[in-house]
């Protein structure tokens, strides 16, 4: 495998990660959708939501779950101001009483921030959105407080550490792919090497038995010279 097959790879993964999240966002804004519609249209599958606020509160409500729908589509941008943002707004609906519309969104930026930002980034945020979460939750059970704090801020930690998880799980996967390119990539150049030293090995054997055939040749006409020189005959005979 090498840094090429990993790079498409890590392409195919990215795009894969890109249509799960968009299915994600579809799902969501189609809950806020049937949520408010339960709440407002007469006889609609699952009845009326009995903390459904009306007249004008509802019209406040159906402009907090467009902007809770609409913050999402930046969570994989700005993780951290998507993930606050929905969580105060969870906190203030569930404060009145209407948590309900708007806990989907929050869950959603809540597993967004665990997945596309730093650990550092996810403590600051995290923190920040489930106190919230956790105070809107506890002002709207009177006589409770405490425990649907605990039981919310536990809730909406569970996205994040899913989100952590896969984060943690990819970066590791790709860091044992690059681990096998570099060890494979070591291996090739050993292997090269050892090659070059083969044959470096040879053209030197190779220059050698030539130079030596070579010396011999010049000696024996040396030799041969002398031995014209000093014998006519010799020198005839060869002459022909």
Known sequence: MGIMEIGGREE?????????????????????????????????????????????????LALACALATATLLMARRAPCAASISCCALYAVATALGCGGFLGVPALVSLYALGRWTSFARVAAAGAVSLAAAATGSALGAPGFELTEALTSALTLAMPIALGMALSAREESARARELEFVERTRSKMLEAQRDDAESRARVATELHDSVGHGLTVIIALSEGLKGVLARDPEVSEALLG
């Open 12 to 60: 195919r993964v990215r795009a894969r990660s890109g249509w799960t999240w968009r299915l994600v966002l579809m799902l969501s804004a189609t809950y806020e959708m049937l949520a408010l519609a339960s709440a407002i249209i007469p006889g609609f599958p699952g009845g009326a939501a009995s903390s459904a606020p009306s007249g004008a509160g509802m019209a406040a």
